[in-house]
């Protein structure tokens, strides 16, 4: 099956620490997308990455960094920077003859304690 | 802010009716996507809209573009407690990236039974 994975589901971290969210992709897809929802609110974009070695940055970038050294993968790093990390992250993925559409993971729920 | 606002926040009727939902925007787009999100979970796309279509239908869902009025609606019919969700529509703007997507604060619909 051709889909889009984050893992993990749930991730608890001390505050002060840096913490890596994996997003993994098998759909063939050029461009790759990182956003943060906060309860009751939309989706913003932190990074998106259109090939690979190459990604531009979003509308909250601050506190977030990004690698694409392959096309399956897009890794976000929460580093200690981010004030407020608490929040539901999610990554997409858009290529192919639909090129505008978006397919989204599950998420992951990072928690900062 | 380009994101505009969607109306209203929050939608709650019984399952046969229909629900509408509103999206405005405030500059130019190429396009107009809506997406659906169960609780905690990831964004499932519905439809799309180029800026020189009007309507556009699938199978319950019917959305209509205006860009006179800058806004689109989506509208469920006779809708089912599986269309339990919320619901959020995804500008790409003229000025922007083709692929990059803005997203609005989204409409919570609930669907008795």
């Known amino acids: 099956d051709g889909g889009i994975t984050q893992s993990p589901k749930y991730l608890f971290r001390k505050e002060g620490q840096n913490v890596t969210l994996s997003c993994e992709q098998n759909?063939?897809?050029?461009?790759m997308y990182w956003y943060r929802q906060d309860p009751g609110q939309g989706l913003r974009l932190i990074y998106y990455?259109?090939?690979?070695?190459?990604?531009q940055k979003g509308d909250i970038a601050e506190g977030y960094s990004v690698s694409r050294e392959k096309k399956e993968s897009f890794p976000l790093t929460v580093t200690s920077a981010q004030k407020n990390p608490t929040a539901f992250y999610l990554c997409?993925?858009?290529?192919?003859?639909?090129?505008?559409?978006?397919?989204f993971g599950p998420g992951t729920r990072l928690t900062v304690l | 802010s380009q994101q505009g606002e969607e109306d209203p926040q929050a939608l709650s009727i019984q399952e046969g009716e229909n629900a509408t939902m509103n999206c405005s925007y405030k500059?130019?787009?190429?396009?107009l996507q809506w997406y659906r999100q169960n609780s905690g979970r990831g964004l499932v796309h519905l439809i799309l809209?180029?800026?020189?279509?009007r309507e556009k239908h699938s199978g319950r869902l019917r959305v209509t573009l205006d860009t006179s009025k800058k806004s689109s609606s989506l509208l469920i019919t006779a809708s089912r407690a599986a269309d339990t969700a919320s619901y959020f529509c995804?500008?790409?703007?003229?000025?922007?990236?083709?692929?990059?997507?803005?997203f609005g604060s989204g409409t919570q619909l609930t669907v008795l039974p």
């Open positions: 500059t130019s787009i190429n396009n």
């Open positions: 759909l063939n897809h050029d461009a």
């Open positions: 997409a993925s858009s290529g192919g003859t639909r090129l505008q559409e978006q397919f």
């Open positions: 995804a500008k790409t703007f003229s000025s922007g990236s083709a692929r990059q997507l803005t």
């Open positions: 990455s259109q090939i690979v070695n190459d990604f």
């Open positions: 809209i180029r800026s020189n279509e």
